[in-house]
């Protein structure tokens, strides 16, 4: 639906409202969590307000960054400032950690092999969707003229394709592994992306530009189950729920490098309307999904993840 939602925004009423679309929505779910979540607390907890602001301004701080890296530059004081400042949080955030009689995070929970290569996972697997993505809105948008909300109608089989890999994901990696599930999906998004390096400014975007873009999305939704159920169902049941804020956490970074980067790498197929810039930022996709899949055979635990009773969802 985002896809689709967001080209008829930004094609009607205009970009802005892809974020004040969010507010009803965020006030609606504020009235009814009261009422639909019941309020059970086990035991009594105090909450680390210094480690709770510590690592939400650090990663706001690094995501915020990242986002100037793909516009400003790399060495621009725009995009190093905040990049400094996330460093800076991240080591007050650990040391308030190990100092605290209550933490916000056990940070051993970050030694945890599953939940390491959660991360990994997670991080590649949002970066290189979300990059796709935005490549491929600005090729069809700037060397295809296509309209906002054509575009968003393109990308409608390579959302339902994310969804069908993750519902199969779901169901084959307590079968058959985390290991090869990881490995033999992120090789399928690698073998998605490929033939998007040779895009040319003509030809059918249905022949040319979909296909690959569909392969790589249903790789890439079994890597999200894949990467939820090996961080969650390979920890202590006590660990799950911390492991489940780390994952999504780095699914927030990923999203934010994977733009960075292939904006600094296309940044000159944008600028002259070329598709030589586009065709750059895909190799690097490729590489980075292939390169993934040899670091998933080495890092991903062997063994098949047992359901927990947490959803391993994404």
């Known amino acids: 639906m985002g896809v689709l939602l967001g080209g008829a925004l930004t094609e009607g009423p205009g970009w802005q409202w892809a974020f004040y679309i969010n507010l009803p929505v965020g006030l609606l779910l504020l ?105 491929g809105s600005v090729y069809l948008q700037h060397i295809r003229s296509y309209s906002p909300l054509k ?25 058959i592994g985390s290991r090869p599930m990881a490995v033999v999906s992120m090789a399928m998004a690698a073998a998605g992306i490929i033939p998007l390096t040779r895009l040319s400014e003509t030809g059918s975007v249905y022949a040319g530009l979909l296909p690959g873009l569909v392969i790589a999305s249903f790789g890439l939704g079994a890597v999200f189950v894949t990467a939820t159920t090996t961080a969650l169902a ?39 309307g070329s598709v030589s810039g586009f065709n750059d930022a895909f190799t690097v996709c490729a590489v980075a999904a292939a390169g993934s899949a040899a670091v998933a055979l080495a890092l991903v635990p062997r063994g098949k993840p047992q359901a927990t009773g947490i959803p391993h969802a994404h």
Not at 151 to 175: D, E, K, N, Q
Request: net charge positive; aromatic share 6%; glycine share 12%.
């Open 31 to 135: 009235v009814a969590l009261p009422a639909l979540v019941p309020a059970r607390a086990p035991q009594a907890a105090r909450l680390d307000v210094p480690g709770a602001l510590l690592v939400t301004g650090g990663t706001a701080a690094l995501i915020y960054g990242l986002v100037k890296a793909g516009d400003a530059g790399w060495a621009d004081a725009s995009t190093l400032l905040p990049l400094a400042g996330a460093v800076v949080a991240y080591t007050a955030f650990a040391a308030v950690e190990r100092a605290s009689r209550a933490p916000l995070m056990d940070l051993r929970i970050l030694t945890r092999r599953p939940v390491v290569a959660g991360v990994f996972l997670m991080l590649i697997a949002t970066a290189l969707l979300i990059a796709c993505f935005f490549l």
């Open 151 to 175: 575009t968003g109608l393109v990308f409608l089989p390579v959302a339902v394709a994310t969804g069908v890999g993750a519902h199969l994901g779901s169901r084959l990696v307590g079968r």
């Open 234 to 272: 390979m920890v202590a049941h006590r660990e799950a729920g911390l492991a489940s804020g780390v994952v999504n956490t780095f699914h927030e970074v990923g999203g934010s490098i994977g733009v960075a980067v292939v904006s600094t790498v296309a940044a000159s197929g944008f600028e002259r």
